[in-house]
């Protein structure tokens, strides 16, 4: 391994400080519930496609499929599955999914997300656009009464029981266009209630809230709209055939939300407690890539491992036997009487072990929070901040008591209007820091619980990560093209100042995401149908405040500074005196090693382990000799 790298450990080394299952993150179980009765498959013109029918079955089938090939990208770990409803057509009796209700047929069973299920509901969609007739003789509607939507409930809440994992969010979209299934009957609506309340109980996240959907789409007599009353026909906002809309929402890939380390806190010698710390802002970054074999139907993931071979004996060396080593100037006395340190000749070099290597980083400290006081909430300042925070949360789970003893101590700082100094080693393979523990009170808003109520983790600056400004002159702009400036800029200003950071993805990784979703289902990537949401639309802000910007282009020429621009000093780049051994070995040959510069014969001989000091004819003799040997 080069000298020069010897204070680099290898990734494969850090140890997590908890359980995988922390660093697993919460997995999305979503289960799509879609009403197959006469009227959903009932036949219309399509609003993409010319002369295909279409209906609002095809439409459900054909969202719950670009959701999950969303999925492949954005939540490969997630699960999904497709219960239909209404239906006459029957499980297989040899499955467990045969104890459903009558009524349903489980489509797609919960399962994570799978290529080739997707390919077969793609297959089936494909199917339903040739023949309109295709869905109907598939999945045929229940011939005169509807099922009650009680045994809809009870079916998914088996389905949910049954197959998704016990930890994961589960979440049941119910796709039907009849906003009245079951006729007014108490006995009707007390079993709907209670196989719902059921459904939420085995893990579904919120209550179904008729105010926030069906108060939506109540005929048009009741929201009250004389135009809409005539004709009968809800508005296109709320048609299912603007399932686009739905998947716009999806473009953002999420990254999965779990902690990042969970150590020992501890308050004073013998008091410790347990917390977890919980990034709140992330960098969003490709996923790691794989080694994929293509076997021609199918792709398989490669299996690969990192192999260390010495390159004068050629053999694969065991990691374990690899040590780190540096560079040393000439050997001096210790005067100073610092102790015993290990004694290294002139010309030689020091090994440390891997462990040995962690131990200078981590100061033989392990992973853990140490408080070392209290100072007030006004010394800290703003431009302490120069990382991203990290949220810290009590840990019950590792020490008994630690919420109470959490709470008790947030309360306090509060009140006193403290912040608190700690020593975080969060790690095993980071550097210990000073941090500073901010409290955040607890905020609860109408609607329930807001935010928590916790520590923010701030690290603090050394002297060097903080310095002054590199211009120190600065030129104003005038008062008048300060004002001709506002009228274009309240123009184009986004109403009641909110900018929804979702809607506009990423686009190095909105293109890198859809061409491993064309990948993943053997599709052609088109370059020309990628759409940058990022790109600035020229054309509505020239049409909105083109005229305005003129303006405040003339009030700019005429401004006295408009002309001046300071000079900025070039960086030099530092050579590279990087030379390949198959050139220094040619040169050998041919006897040119002495029109190579001392530089690049000096990183030549430091990579080899070589002495690299003395004059050009003592290097080049060096070489000469080490290639000799190596020939």
């Not at 308050?267 to 992330?282: A, D, N, P, R, S």
């Not at 993931?301 to 040590?323: C, H, P, Q, W």
Request: with cysteine; net charge negative; charged share 30%.
């Amino acid at each position: 391994m080069p000298f020069d790298d010897w204070n680099v450990t290898e990734e494969e080394g850090e140890e997590e400080l908890q359980d995988t299952s922390f660093f697993e993150g919460r997995r999305d179980v979503i289960l799509f519930c879609i009403d197959c009765s006469q009227s959903m498959q009932e036949l219309r013109d399509d609003a993409v496609y010319e002369d295909v029918k279409t209906s609002h079955l095809l439409t459900a089938l054909d969202a719950a499929m670009q959701v999950q090939k969303k999925k492949t990208v954005s939540g490969p770990n997630d699960w999904v599955g497709v219960l239909l409803y209404n239906t006459s057509r029957r499980n297989e009796s040899n499955d467990h999914t045969s104890e459903i209700k009558k009524g349903t047929f489980l489509y797609q069973n919960l399962a994570p997300i799978s290529v080739e299920s997707i390919q077969e509901l793609i297959r089936v969609i494909d199917d339903a656009r040739e023949d309109p007739e295709h869905l109907r003789k598939t999945f045929p509607p229940l011939p005169g009464t509807k099922m009650p939507m009680g045994d809809v409930f009870t079916s998914c809440n088996w389905v949910l029981r049954d197959n998704a994992p016990k930890t994961a969010s589960k979440r049941v979209f119910l796709i039907t266009d009849d906003d009245n299934p079951s006729p007014a009957s108490t006995k009707m609506l007390t079993s709907a209630r209670t196989t719902l309340i059921d459904l939420m109980q085995s893990g579904c996240e919120k209550p179904f809230d008729v105010t926030k959907f069906y108060s939506s789409v109540l005929p048009s007599n009741v929201l009250g709209d004389e135009e809409l009353e005539v004709s009968g026909i809800l508005p296109d906002s709320i048609s299912i055939t603007r399932i686009d809309d739905l998947l716009d929402q999806m473009r953002f890939h999420e990254q999965p939300k779990r902690a990042i380390f969970s150590v020992p806190f501890e308050l004073g010698k013998g008091f410790t407690i347990g917390v977890k710390g919980y990034g709140l802002v992330t960098e969003q970054r490709k996923g790691s890539y794989l080694y994929f074999l293509d076997l021609g139907d199918k792709m398989e993931v490669a299996s690969s491992r990192t192999a260390y071979v010495d390159e004068e004996k050629e053999t694969e060396v065991s990691r374990n036997k690899i040590l780190f080593g540096m560079q040393l100037g000439p050997e001096e006395d210790d005067e100073m009487g610092l102790g015993p340190s290990r004694v290294v000749k002139r010309g030689q070099r020091p090994f440390y072990t891997a462990e040995e290597v962690q131990s200078f980083r981590t100061l033989g400290l392990e992973p853990g929070i140490k408080l070392l006081g209290f100072k007030d909430k006004r010394e800290l300042a703003f431009e302490d901040n120069v990382k991203h925070s990290v949220f810290i949360y009590p840990d019950e789970l590792k020490y008994s008591g630690s919420k109470r003893t959490f709470s008790a101590l947030l309360q306090k700082m509060l009140d006193k209007r403290k912040i608190g100094l700690v020593r975080a080693l969060v790690r095993r393979n980071s550097s210990p820091v000073f941090c500073a523990l901010l409290p955040q009170a607890e905020k609860v808003e109408e609607g329930g619980w807001c935010e928590p109520g916790g520590f923010h983790l701030i690290v603090l600056p050394f002297v060097d990560d903080i310095r002054a400004a590199p211009i120190e002159e600065q030129l104003r702009v005038s008062e008048m093209a300060k004002e001709a400036a506002k009228p274009w800029i309240d123009k184009l200003s986004l109403k009641n100042g909110t900018y929804p950071p979702d809607s506009y993805p990423n686009p190095s990784l909105a293109y890198h995401n859809a061409q491993l979703q064309a990948v993943a289902f053997r599709e052609e990537f088109d370059n020309e149908a990628f759409e940058d949401l990022t790109r600035p639309k020229y054309d509505i802000i020239h049409r909105r405040a083109g005229s305005l910007m003129k303006e405040w282009k003339k009030a700019l020429v005429k401004d006295e500074n408009f002309n001046n621009v300071f000079a900025t000093p070039g960086v030099k780049r530092k050579a590279d005196i990087t030379v390949d051994e198959a050139e220094l070995r040619s040169k050998h040959e041919l006897g040119q090693l002495d029109r190579l510069r001392a530089d690049q014969l000096k990183d030549f001989l430091r990579k080899k382990g070589q002495s690299s000091s003395g004059r050009k004819a003592e290097l080049v003799a060096r070489v000469e000799e080490y290639l000799a040997k190596r020939s």
